[in-house]
C-alpha cells in the first residue's frame, strides 16, 4: 500500500492549506498606519547635555568614525548614525563597551561626557 506518497501529499496538502488561510489573515486586516509613524519621544535623563555632547564627539574620535550631520562628520568606518538613528541607552551603552569594531571609550571619557554624548546622538540623528 503507498502509505508513504499518501501521508506526504496529506502533510502537503495542509501546509498550503495553513499558508493560504495566513496570507488571507494577513492580507485582510485593517491596520492603521498612522501608528507607525506617530512620533516617539527621546528620553534624555536631566543630567544629560547635548549641547556638551557635541564637543565630545567632534574632539574624542567619535567624528572620524561616524557620519552625524549634525556633527559636521562624515566618517566611514563606522555606522551612519543619521540612518542608524540610535536611542539614548543605545548608545551610552556601546559608548561605555564598544563592540563589532569600536573601542570602549568608558576609561578614556568620564561618566558625564558619555551622558552628554549619547545625548547629542540620541537628539541629532533623529532617534525614534
Known sequence: ???LPIAGGILF???IGVWYTSAVWLYTRDTPAAAASAPATVVIPANAHA????S????DACATCH????AGA????????DDLHPGYAQV???????G??????????????IRDVAAFVATSSGSP
Open 100 to 113: 563589532r569594531g569600536m573601542p570602549s571609550f568608558a576609561q578614556k571619557l568620564t561618566e558625564q561626557e
Open 13 to 15: 496538502s495542509v501546509l
Open 51 to 54: 549641547a556638551d555632547g557635541k
Open 67 to 70: 557620519t552625524l550631520k549634525a
Open 56 to 59: 565630545v564627539f567632534v574632539n
Open 1 to 3: 500500500m503507498p502509505v
Open 92 to 98: 551610552k551603552a556601546k559608548v561605555e563597551s564598544g
Open 74 to 81: 562624515s566618517g566611514q568606518i563606522g555606522p551612519n548614525l
